[in-house]
């Protein structure tokens, strides 16, 4: 019988030994001894650094958390340089020579067996495309998903789990700001100090206040060697008049980013500096160039995903200024998007695109990854995402298709079949329509193109079938109904966008979402963590409650201040269709930027009229925030105008996404034809909000007159 041979004093082989020696004893009933690696004879297994080189494999071919594989000799050897190679190397070994899968937290293929035959010859040296694999996924909560998809989470490796949107961590804005506003960004005339402003990255008292915090705080994580330096989740750069001049030289904000950040490198040369290229600062600077302990945390946050970054616009627009990245810097960390955060539970046939946009960054000099699928339990084939996104950090050239259907073949059971026709299905529809697939997107969206009524009759033919033929097992037909939940969810969101015939079917239907959501344990709804309970109760009281009779509905509204493009296209119609709007701004409402709105509605003929209500959508994540006001005007000739009355609107800091309803009522009623509203912007989004200092907007959909 074979033993395990390793160095106890190396964690990492020792980690390899216990996790060999586990599985062993889950497949054969027998537990491997561990011995020392002295003591070892031909036929056991080693683990650990020797015996290199070794049939022309040495040393230096491994690299970070690479390892190799060795029947050749009568041992069988698994071999790490430097990380956690041997670890990999048996996963490895028990994935491709004993067929155990780890698809989902606590849940794996496992086949009992009696023996466990190595194959004689197996020389394989493995090393990842990416140093460092990061994702999201609500299966990272098992230790063991996480150590068998090889990934890793920031507080591993960023000392002081500092590693995005660090700014404010550093140089908070409620300890310095009052005292010290110069310290940050000078925004549309003044400083403008808040939780998401930037720094002043030309200001010498900034950088030594920041130097001596991070000297601090890497004497407090002994061997951690990176940290993270990177601006706010907002677009609030500084624009006095130092920090314009680099920034104007530069061609790009990165430039003051970059200048600040090879001032901490070649302050502390044995660390490593990571900073984000994001929203403003994706273009690279001209000029500087990043010092090789700089690293560039590149993000693509503005760009499409039905097709990969090469063949569409957006893509093409990020591959520029990735390109001229790696011109100037190899130390690359990409951060790619691969979910709807608007629509966790939406469908988001996005897999195509995974492997060339990999593959892209690899060839431009990325050697680390973040690949942000936000896999909550119940969202767009979660657990097939999570492992497919995992596989390709590892190795982007693996076979896609191969590793989709051995999953779903293991995770669905014999509902696999019907499901992979589901995914075919849904990509050519999406790449037929030519509508983009969005990271904000909503089904509504999709619903001439990939969610259309003829696509939306074959899509819930195949989960028919595929909850047929697992009928007999309850463990497969959870699956298959939560990955349903996505056509559940757009068939609901389509169905408000038109007049509802059948009110007692719909109820039916969101009646069976809700209830399959309760029993399957799928909770949260989007990034914001509205949940689908709320979701279900807010849709039930806009759709299905008896409303008042609005005396607006089907009239005429004209514009004395017209809205922001591209939100005027439907202003025409949208505030008196009697359909309200979503939580996705981008359909069924009508947004202002930075100023107030102004429009007359025409009821037809003279009406006794009581008062109004607007409908407002709350979302402070897209700067979409309350306004100041608003007011009332009547009028029976469409000239001359009585105010009838002003609520004045109270702020709302709350940051789940809503829906606002602002009432004006009249003292007595009037009769009256024509209906003046008049919206007060707040201008500026506030020093507490993302956008500080810049222009917040404010999106309207019904205008209710009673």
Known sequence: MARIAVNRDDSIDLKAALLFQDFTNRITGVKLKIISTEKSRRGDVLIGNHQLPLNNVKASDITEDGFYISSTDGYLRIVKGSGKGTVYGVVTLLEDYFGIHYYAAETYSINKSKDMIVPSGICRVENPSFRYRQTQSYSLKDPMYKLWHRLEEPEEVFAGDLWVHTFNKLLPAAEFGEKHPEYYSFINGQRRPGVASQWCLTNPDVFEIVAHRLDSIFKANTGMKIISVSQNDSQTHCSCSECKAIDEYEGSPSGTIVFFLNKLAARFPDKEFSTLAYLYSVPPPKHIKPLPNVNIMLCDIDCYREVPLTENSSGKAFINNMERWSKITNNIFVWDYGINFDNYISPFPNFHVLQPNMELFKKNKATMHFSQIAS????????????????????????????????????????????????????????????????????????????????????????????????????????VRESRLSIQYAELEIARTEPIGNVAVLKEKLDLFRQRAKDLGVVSLNERNNTIEEYCDLYSQRNFSQKKINLAQGAEVSYIIPAEAPYDKIAGKALTDGLYGGTAFNESWVGWLGKNADFVIDLNQNQEVRGIEVDFLHKLGAWILLPKKMSCYTSTDNKNFTLMGTTEIVEDRDPQVKYVNIPIKFSKAVHTRYIKVNIETIGLCPAWHYGVGNPAWFFIDEVLVY
């Not at 497919?388 to 293991?410: P, Q, Y």
């Not at 026709?421 to 969005?438: T, V």
């Open 376 to 479: 909550i339990k119940g969202g767009d084939f979660s657990e097939l995402r999570s492992y497919l996104v995992a596989k390709l950090l590892w190795n982007t050239s693996v076979n896609v298709d191969s590793v989709i259907r051995s999953f779903l073949d293991g995770y669905y059971g014999k509902a696999s079949p019907y499901l992979y026709n589901y995914l075919i299905l849904q990509k050519g529809a999406l790449l037929g329509s030519n509508i983009p697939l969005w990271i904000y997107d909503t089904p509504v969206t999709h619903k001439s193109g990939m969610l259309n009524k003829v696509l939306m009759k074959q899509y819930n033919e195949l989960f028919d079938e595929a909850e047929k033929a697992v009928a007999n097992n309850r463990i497969f037909l959870n699956r």
